[in-house]
């Protein structure tokens, strides 16, 4: 299982949270990574963790002010990166065209939807994977995986049809072991989640106990 923890704009410690995930990868089969924001991704990449960008825009090298370049992330470190997530929300031709970005940088991508419907248009933009995140759950501590397992499945569902290379990521809730274990009998093979360790007393602690059972 693939699990990418995104920092959002959490008041953690980016590098508290980073060193964690480095370490507690190196003690299970899971593939761990962690997004922070921009501005820390090459201390945060510095550490060894494998890191995500939370976003990239549709844009090439030039006049783009205020933009996140792909490339940009990419020599801060970053080897993956999430496109259209939930709070950064993109139209269809931008999507299309930040995966673009994305790989011309040799970026891994995530791209995020709602819902099943919403990750097949995504799948069919060639990402590496897609993720699928009921709004109303996400930061709710209630697990996708568990409240909503149709969801997880149908997406599954969608993405095979369109494109059986397309990964299938959940999100939204997922904070423990259990929930991680219940998306993969789902069919998921990774989770996006973030106030379960971003926001947690103790983020190793937390990471630990989402890798447990894997
Ligand atoms: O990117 C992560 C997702 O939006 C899930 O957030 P959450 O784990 O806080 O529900």
Redesign the pocket.
Same mark, same amino acid.
């Given at each position: 299982m693939f699990v990418l923890v995104?920092l959002?704009t959490y008041p953690c410690d980016p590098l508290e949270v980073a060193t964690a995930v480095r370490d507690v990868d190196e003690t299970t089969d899971a593939r761990l990574a962690v997004a922070p924001q921009a501005t820390h991704v090459e201390r945060v990449a510095e550490t060894g963790v494998e890191t995500w960008a939370q976003h990239v825009d549709p844009i090439d090298h030039g006049s783009n002010t205020g933009h996140t370049l792909a490339e940009s992330v990419a020599d801060a470190g970053a080897v993956g990166t999430l496109i259209n997530?939930? *709070?950064r929300r993109l139209k269809l031709a931008d999507i299309d065209g930040a995966v673009q970005a994305a790989q011309r940088a040799d970026l891994e991508t995530v791209v995020c939807a709602n819902n099943p419907e919403q990750i097949g248009a995504a799948a069919a933009l060639g990402p590496d994977a897609v993720a699928v *995140?009921p709004p109303e759950?996400? &930061?709710?501590g209630t697990p996708v995986s568990q409240a909503d397992p149709d969801i997880v499945e149908d997406a599954v569902t969608a993405a095979e049809n369109v494109d059986d290379d397309v990964s299938v990521l959940c999100?939204? &809730?997922?904070?423990t072991g259990d929930d991680v274990v219940a998306a993969g009998d789902l069919g998921a093979e990774g989770v996006?989640?973030?106030? &379960?360790v971003a926001k947690a007393d103790d983020p190793r602690d937390a990471l630990e106990d989402l890798v447990d059972p894997l």
């Open positions: 995104n959002k997530h939930s *709070e *995140e759950l996400i &930061g709710t999100g939204a &809730g997922i904070s996006l989640l973030a106030s &379960g």
